[in-house]
Each structure stands twice: as C-alpha cells, then as structure tokens.
C-alpha cells in the first residue's frame, strides 16, 4: 500500500528502520479501518474471490473430463493459493473503490470485477502452458484479452472508474505480460532474447513506478494511442503464437510463427527503449520539482484500465 500522507513521514525518517516498521503498522492499521468503513463493498471483495474459486473448479473439472486429472488438480491448487493474498489485497485496498466524486461504493463494481479475474487466471495459463495443454491456455489467454478490452470500455460506457480500478488495471497487465512470457520462454514458444526483454519491460515498470511512489511521491499511469496499438498487435501476435500448437496454423505456420516471434520482441525492445526515455523523463522532473510525476505507459492490453 502506498499512502502518501504516511510515506511523506517515512522519507523525512530517511527510512529508518523503525520508520518502516511505523510505515507498516500504520498502513495495515489503515486497511483495517477502511475494511470495517465499508462493510459491504467488504464483503462483495471476497465473495467476488470465492465465485473466481468457484469459477476455477468448474474449469478444473471440465480439463480433468477432457484430458487430465493430475493438471487440473495442479491448475486448482496454485489458482486457490493465488486467490488468498488476491483477495486480501483487495480487501486492504477497499478504501480505494470509490466513485469519481469520491463517494465509496457498497460493492465491487463489474469492471474491477473482470480486472480480478484477469489476474486470477495467472495461474491457470501458467501450469495449462508448462504442462502442453494447448487449447486451454489458448482460450484462458483470450479469455483474458477480452476482459481487458471489456473492463476499460465498461468502466467509460457505465462511469464506474474508480481509483483502485485505475491502480489494479496497469498492475494485472504487467503481471500477466510477465507470466505469459516466462510461461512462453519455458517452452520454447520464443526465444530467451525475448523473454529477457519481457523482463526488462513489465520488471521496469513494476519496480520504476514502486520506486517513484516510495521516494518521490504519487505516480499517475496513462495509456496513449500507440500503447492501445501496440497492446492490440501484441495480442494479435501472441494469439497466433499459441494458435499454431492448439489447432494448428496450416502451412503458413512455418512462416508466420517466427515473424510473430520476431515481432513479439521487436515491439518488447520499442517498449524497453520506451521505459528508458520514462525513467529519463520522470528523473528530469524530479530534478526541476515537478508536483506531479506522469508515467505514459505502453500497456499489454489494447485497453486503458477500469
């Protein structure tokens, strides 16, 4: 949790260590009472986590009937232990769903909802990858595209966005970008170049703006125009990259396959040229004491978030 009002002390403290322990105890004191606050939006959180389990055992029992019990408990047991710090994140944020005026909501609305579940089915795409499962990592893997282009637009077309939306969107993207590339890397789907540019990509952004809201202060995350096509025409690429073993690619597979490799890693590289320009730029703006750091993130999804 990044409370500014609590970080200011913190920096001032040059991060002692009892000033960390204070930073820490004040923040889970905070996700407490924000809990308590808002009982009911409480309790949607987790009953939003248990229909995700519930959601991940129909998925279980329909790839044990079609191919394989031993990955199906395996996809059930690492979906179950991801859910737990899932759903108690969410819980401690809940100070966080509030409308655009500001008033809390009394529940998890629709698109945080799909944001959620996007991330749940880290897992799942994981082990169906590791374990050849083809066709179920494929249609998790659209599954979630979907979500992501469903919880941006649903968030704009209903006016539902909300602060956490806003925070929990960009975060789920670049952890699923990195499983899904490590998951890729580990079979072979392409090459280790790539995979160390996923690292180099989501790792920078996930660690940079961590960075820049401990020491420096609140970080806003924008999407632009060329991180919506560039999200699209990652999708794209990746979809037909875990096409070709699941139905198969026809005779173009030959050709296709490693052109979408190639440009899966090409637009990594144009991301990781791009993060270094934003950590230029938002080091610059920190050196001229700029109020407000903006990071203009090129997404993995094709939508702004929720």
Not at 46 to 52: E, P, R, Y
Request: glycine share 12%; aromatic share 10%; net charge positive.
């Amino acid at each position: 949790m990044f409370i500014e009002e609590y970080l200011k002390d913190l920096r001032a403290q040059r991060f002692r260590p009892d000033a960390l322990a204070r930073y820490v105890s004040r923040a889970w004191q905070r996700g407490k009472s924000d809990i308590a606050a808002n009982p009911g939006a409480s309790r949607s959180i987790v009953v939003l986590g248990l229909a995700l389990f519930g959601a991940a055992f129909a998925g279980c029992v329909a790839l044990a009937l079609s191919s394989d019990l031993v990955t199906a408990r395996r996809v059930l047991l690492w979906s179950g232990l991801w859910l737990l710090p899932l759903t108690a994140g969410l819980l401690l944020h809940v100070g966080l769903l509030r409308d655009r005026d500001g008033y809390s909501l009394s529940a998890v609305n629709l698109p945080t909802a799909l944001t959620a579940a996007r991330l749940a089915v880290v897992p799942a795409l994981a082990v169906t990858l590791l374990t050849h499962h083809w066709r179920a990592a494929f249609w998790i893997f659209i599954a979630a595209m979907w979500s992501d282009v469903l919880d941006g637009w649903l968030a704009r077309r209903l006016r539902q966005e909300t602060r956490l939306g806003t925070i929990f969107d960009p975060v789920t993207d670049i952890i699923f970008g990195l499983a899904l590339f490590l998951s890729l890397g580990a079979v072979h789907l392409v090459g280790p170049w790539v995979v160390a540019l996923a690292v180099f990509r989501f790792g920078g952004l996930l660690v940079g703006g961590a960075i820049l809201n401990v020491f420096y202060g609140p970080v806003r995350v924008n999407s632009t125009l060329p991180g919506k096509v560039s999200g699209f025409i990652m999708g794209v690429l990746l979809g037909f990259l875990l096409l070709g073993p699941s139905y198969g690619a026809g005779r173009l597979g030959p050709i296709l396959t490693p052109l979408a490799q190639d440009g899966a890693g090409v637009l990594l590289a144009g991301g990781v040229v791009h993060g270094a320009f934003l950590a230029w730029h938002n080091r610059r703006a920190i050196a001229e004491a700029q109020a407000e750091k903006v990071i203009r993130d090129v997404r993995f999804g094709p939508r702004p978030g929720a």
